[in-house]
């Protein structure tokens, strides 16, 4: 069983940045694909990006040469590095987290991100 709590949300400015983490329990986290979604008022959850367990990563088109995300499996912590935050980025965000990609067996209880002056 693994439990995710994520952290690191807030409100921004556009054009601004901030970091989310999301933090596991239990073992085994290194052996885990880690993912970020978010979903906005009104829309599906979608996927942000991910990382496998040997760290290749993939991202949505409208997250790419914005937002990077990383791990770090001694601190059982994968991270969101979001820049040039756009309002459209606005959703609660949710870590996630499954043997394979796309396959997703544990999930956060998410994050709000509000991207508005």
């Known amino acids: 069983q693994v439990q995710l709590v994520e952290s690191g949300g807030g409100l921004v400015q556009p054009g601004g940045s901030l970091r989310l983490s999301c933090t596991a329990s239990?073992?085994?986290?290194?052996?885990?694909?880690m993912g970020w979604y978010r979903q906005a008022p009104g829309k599906q959850r979608e996927l942000v990006a991910y990382?496998?367990?040997?760290?290749?990563?993939n991202y949505a088109d409208s997250v790419k040469g914005r937002f990077a995300i990383s791990r770090d499996n001694a601190k059982n912590t994968v991270y969101l590095q979001m820049n040039s935050l756009k309002p459209e980025d606005t959703a609660v965000y949710y870590c996630?987290?499954?043997?394979?990609?796309?396959?997703?067996?544990?999930w956060g209880q998410g994050t709000q991100v509000t991207v508005s002056s």
């Open positions: 996630t987290a499954g043997k394979i990609t796309n396959s997703w067996n544990y």
């Open positions: 990382i496998t367990h040997s760290f290749r990563t």
């Open positions: 239990g073992s085994d986290f290194s052996i885990y694909a």
